[in-house]
């Protein structure tokens, strides 16, 4: 669905708490378009536990409840049970998480919940770090980045969480970015009308946490698209599909550009530029990035 | 094994079941028969044979609701929040080192005012790895504003169960209720159980009616940032909740008692304490051997009683005061808070500050699972009575 076609009610209102080119309101003010008022949230600790405001406001016109860092999976277990028994069955439980809470604290519950079964939609919206509490290093920070606790730049690799939820077999699993709006309503969309365990990623530039100016989240988003470091994919039935450039990068229509187009826009990559270029780190993240589409290419093409 | 039978017990009017089996089983049964529409647990010993009799009532169609078999007791009680804030009655059970991953849990669901049922097998918290009864696991949750009951018999444990549903739903109170018995001595071990028709319960509990709850129809957050004027509010509306829970604990007791003719006391269950000198005060399954104890001492000529403590949380204040002002108490505790003493010990030294002077004397018994019997109480009252004990002391670390 192109964005002039997207309802036009928000529900996420005035007053949020959100900085200033935050793209976790971006991303929910379209999840919210695309699954409707039918839907209960659950929050765990994130920064979306901030943009809601303070009590006894709240920046979300649907019900939310809060639940601690790891647990916003088996919170959301509870809430579909409940609806089930009480014959709600068309009311969509969303969980919606950090990276924190997902790649990290929250992993356990996540796995269990998909495990058992659960009809909920899992959203991560991942900025790659610990942003709620200022700037740590998250499962999902990429190589070399700095955080507050990687001040020299990440020494590992991030985890490939897409990996591991497609071996929990899931209905469905698709990985977006908030930069490509259209790609996060229809993937949000379909989740909505498959039952069982619904896992989406959606990348979000944070520009505080990755040190970029508030008025470039989308276009951080879509370079990191077009430079391969992000993947746009939907996995149904056990079917990998590739969308957007993404789909053109796997099929080689196209070349992803150099991830210097992407890092050399965020302050947390300085290092690798000044006082002089890190060549040898760079090209390990190029190396990195070229593995991983060799991969996709050699299993799902 | 089962029978049915009139009036079984001490004058209940309605037609029982004579159900003999072990505490876990029989807290199975009270649960399904207060019909919760969501259980989430996750096995650990010895609270397992609790869980799989729910499952066993799933199959038999008994149990209506939905049970979401979890991957960690976090995630059980987790489970139950979402699932009583969605509204609906949610039972869950645990012990030891289930009880204490739960613990971020515990608060948040007392915090949040979800009134969740959940029955704490007492079992010892490693390492090393030991299974046997303690109660270390829920005095060390004192403080997360759950209301607190120790059960002495299995009886008392599917009574106190169905009760526990009646208090935390109260719209004054709506807290959750952790109903506590010792691993093993009551967990595995069988005992006649009377067990009333279902529509028993049915009337006794009446519908599960949410004070509040996550509705699409009226879309709410709950949970989020509160400053501190309004988080202080939420911490005195939770203390005026157990206060009210007080005045609850001894109504709901007797109402039960009316419909069942089973009395365990409300807060404190007393026994021969009339005209005694002494007072022993215990909690759990200490509590029912003490009986034994009292009665050998009263053949002695010995003038105690007994107060077997029902209710930690809210802490029976008044009851402690009304004891410590007729009789010199003796306390014994199966749990330490380690560098102060026993937690019964210091509540009712608490209590009794400027209130009462009775002597009062304190022993850490049983912990690790270790044998407890009539005649250790009997020695440990003796000791007492004789002046021979210290304030405070630990029994039977070096014995047997």
């Given at each position: 669905m192109a964005i002039k076609d997207f309802?036009?009610?928000?529900?996420?209102?005035?007053?949020?708490?959100?900085?200033?080119?935050?793209p976790a309101t971006m991303a929910l003010r379209v999840v919210f378009k695309a699954l409707g008022k039918n839907i209960i949230m659950v929050v765990p600790a994130c920064c979306t536990s901030v943009i809601e405001s303070l009590y006894p406001n709240t920046s979300f016109n649907i019900p939310v409840m809060n639940i601690a860092f790891e647990a916003a999976a088996a919170g959301a277990s509870g809430v579909e049970a409940a609806l089930r028994v009480q014959g709600k069955k068309d009311t969509t439980v969303l969980a919606w998480a950090g990276d924190g809470g997902?790649?990290?604290?929250g992993i356990q519950a996540l796995s269990g919940a998909i495990e058992r079964g659960t009809n909920f939609i899992y959203i991560c919206y991942n900025n790659q770090i610990y942003s709620n509490t200022g700037i740590q290093r998250s499962g999902a920070t990429p190589y070399a980045a700095w955080t507050t606790t990687t001040v020299?730049?990440?020494?590992e690799f991030r985890k490939e969480m897409g990996d591991i939820i497609r071996a929990h077999h899931v209905p469905y699993a698709a990985q977006t970015c908030v930069s490509y709006p259209e790609d996060l309503y229809n993937k949000v969309k379909k989740a909505k009308k498959i039952k069982g365990p619904k896992f989406i990623e959606i990348l979000a530039p944070c520009p505080p946490g990755w040190r970029?100016?508030?008025?470039k989240t989308v276009e951080m988003g879509r370079m990191a698209v077009e430079t391969g470091a992000w993947v746009l994919y939907e996995f149904e039935n056990e079917i990998m599909t590739f969308n957007g450039k993404s789909k053109l990068i796997l099929e080689k229509k196209i070349e992803r550009k150099p991830i210097e187009e992407w890092i050399k826009y965020q302050g947390r990559f300085r290092h690798l530029f000044?006082?002089?270029?890190d060549v040898k780190r760079i090209k390990i993240i190029e190396d990195h990035i070229d593995q991983m589409w060799e991969h996709y290419r050699k299993c799902y093409q | 094994m089962q029978s049915k039978s009139n009036?079984?017990?001490?004058?209940?009017?309605e037609i029982m079941t004579i159900m003999i089996d072990t505490g876990n089983h029989i807290a199975a049964k009270a649960a399904v028969m207060a019909k919760p529409d969501v259980v989430a647990a996750y096995p650990i010993t010895p609270q397992t044979t609790l869980v799989e009799d729910i499952a066993k009532y799933v199959g038999t169609g008994e149990f209506k609701g939905e049970y979401i078999c979890v991957e960690s007791e976090h995630s059980a009680m987790c489970a139950c929040i979402g699932a009583s804030a969605t509204g609906v009655r949610t039972f869950t059970g645990t012990s030891s080192h289930g009880l204490l991953l739960m613990h971020e849990m515990l608060h948040w669901a007392a915090l949040a005012r979800l009134p969740i049922v959940m029955c704490n097998i007492n079992r010892v918290v490693g390492p090393g790895w030991n299974i046997w009864p303690d109660e270390n696991d829920s005095i060390s949750q004192r403080d997360t504003g759950w209301i607190q009951f120790y059960c002495s018999s299995n009886q008392e444990i599917f009574d106190t169960v169905i009760q526990a549903f009646k208090l935390a739903e109260n719209k004054k109170v709506i807290l959750p209720v952790m109903i506590n018995y010792n691993a093993f001595i009551l967990s595995h071990t069988s005992m006649p159980v009377s067990i009333p028709d279902q529509k028993v319960v049915d009337d006794f509990l009446g519908k599960y009616e949410p004070q509040w709850k996550l509705d699409v129809n009226n879309p709410i957050t709950f949970g989020n940032i509160i400053g501190p004027d309004g988080y202080f509010k939420v911490r005195k509306a939770m203390d005026d909740a157990h206060a009210h829970a007080k005045k609850l604990i001894p109504e709901i007791a007797k109402q039960w008692m009316e419909i069942?003719?089973?009395?365990?006391?409300?807060?404190i269950e007393y026994y021969?304490?009339?005209?005694?000198d002494y007072i022993l005060l215990a909690m759990g399954a200490i509590g029912a051997e003490s009986k034994v104890a009292i009665d050998e001492m009263r053949k002695k000529g010995i003038k105690i009683g007994l107060a077997r403590v029902?209710?930690?949380?809210?802490?029976p204040v008044q009851e402690f005061i009304k004891i410590g002002k007729q009789s010199d108490l003796v306390v014994i505790d199966r749990n330490i808070s380690l560098g102060l003493g026993g937690a019964l010990l210091s509540e009712v030294k608490s209590a009794l500050y400027n209130k009462a002077d009775a002597k009062i004397q304190g022993f850490i018994v049983g912990?690790?699972?270790k044998d407890v019997t009539y005649k250790d109480i009997e020695t440990i009252c003796k000791k007492a009575i004789e002046g021979k004990a210290k304030e405070s002391e630990w029994y039977g670390v070096e014995a047997k």
């Amino acid at each position: 669905m192109a964005i002039k076609d997207f309802p036009v009610e928000e529900c996420v209102l005035q007053g949020s708490a959100a900085c200033p080119g935050c793209p976790a309101t971006m991303a929910l003010r379209v999840v919210f378009k695309a699954l409707g008022k039918n839907i209960i949230m659950v929050v765990p600790a994130c920064c979306t536990s901030v943009i809601e405001s303070l009590y006894p406001n709240t920046s979300f016109n649907i019900p939310v409840m809060n639940i601690a860092f790891e647990a916003a999976a088996a919170g959301a277990s509870g809430v579909e049970a409940a609806l089930r028994v009480q014959g709600k069955k068309d009311t969509t439980v969303l969980a919606w998480a950090g990276d924190g809470g997902t790649y990290d604290i929250g992993i356990q519950a996540l796995s269990g919940a998909i495990e058992r079964g659960t009809n909920f939609i899992y959203i991560c919206y991942n900025n790659q770090i610990y942003s709620n509490t200022g700037i740590q290093r998250s499962g999902a920070t990429p190589y070399a980045a700095w955080t507050t606790t990687t001040v020299g730049g990440k020494n590992e690799f991030r985890k490939e969480m897409g990996d591991i939820i497609r071996a929990h077999h899931v209905p469905y699993a698709a990985q977006t970015c908030v930069s490509y709006p259209e790609d996060l309503y229809n993937k949000v969309k379909k989740a909505k009308k498959i039952k069982g365990p619904k896992f989406i990623e959606i990348l979000a530039p944070c520009p505080p946490g990755w040190r970029f100016s508030m008025d470039k989240t989308v276009e951080m988003g879509r370079m990191a698209v077009e430079t391969g470091a992000w993947v746009l994919y939907e996995f149904e039935n056990e079917i990998m599909t590739f969308n957007g450039k993404s789909k053109l990068i796997l099929e080689k229509k196209i070349e992803r550009k150099p991830i210097e187009e992407w890092i050399k826009y965020q302050g947390r990559f300085r290092h690798l530029f000044k006082p002089e270029k890190d060549v040898k780190r760079i090209k390990i993240i190029e190396d990195h990035i070229d593995q991983m589409w060799e991969h996709y290419r050699k299993c799902y093409q | 094994m089962q029978s049915k039978s009139n009036k079984y017990g001490t004058g209940g009017k309605e037609i029982m079941t004579i159900m003999i089996d072990t505490g876990n089983h029989i807290a199975a049964k009270a649960a399904v028969m207060a019909k919760p529409d969501v259980v989430a647990a996750y096995p650990i010993t010895p609270q397992t044979t609790l869980v799989e009799d729910i499952a066993k009532y799933v199959g038999t169609g008994e149990f209506k609701g939905e049970y979401i078999c979890v991957e960690s007791e976090h995630s059980a009680m987790c489970a139950c929040i979402g699932a009583s804030a969605t509204g609906v009655r949610t039972f869950t059970g645990t012990s030891s080192h289930g009880l204490l991953l739960m613990h971020e849990m515990l608060h948040w669901a007392a915090l949040a005012r979800l009134p969740i049922v959940m029955c704490n097998i007492n079992r010892v918290v490693g390492p090393g790895w030991n299974i046997w009864p303690d109660e270390n696991d829920s005095i060390s949750q004192r403080d997360t504003g759950w209301i607190q009951f120790y059960c002495s018999s299995n009886q008392e444990i599917f009574d106190t169960v169905i009760q526990a549903f009646k208090l935390a739903e109260n719209k004054k109170v709506i807290l959750p209720v952790m109903i506590n018995y010792n691993a093993f001595i009551l967990s595995h071990t069988s005992m006649p159980v009377s067990i009333p028709d279902q529509k028993v319960v049915d009337d006794f509990l009446g519908k599960y009616e949410p004070q509040w709850k996550l509705d699409v129809n009226n879309p709410i957050t709950f949970g989020n940032i509160i400053g501190p004027d309004g988080y202080f509010k939420v911490r005195k509306a939770m203390d005026d909740a157990h206060a009210h829970a007080k005045k609850l604990i001894p109504e709901i007791a007797k109402q039960w008692m009316e419909i069942s003719g089973f009395d365990h006391g409300d807060f404190i269950e007393y026994y021969k304490c009339e005209g005694a000198d002494y007072i022993l005060l215990a909690m759990g399954a200490i509590g029912a051997e003490s009986k034994v104890a009292i009665d050998e001492m009263r053949k002695k000529g010995i003038k105690i009683g007994l107060a077997r403590v029902r209710t930690f949380r809210p802490s029976p204040v008044q009851e402690f005061i009304k004891i410590g002002k007729q009789s010199d108490l003796v306390v014994i505790d199966r749990n330490i808070s380690l560098g102060l003493g026993g937690a019964l010990l210091s509540e009712v030294k608490s209590a009794l500050y400027n209130k009462a002077d009775a002597k009062i004397q304190g022993f850490i018994v049983g912990l690790g699972g270790k044998d407890v019997t009539y005649k250790d109480i009997e020695t440990i009252c003796k000791k007492a009575i004789e002046g021979k004990a210290k304030e405070s002391e630990w029994y039977g670390v070096e014995a047997k």
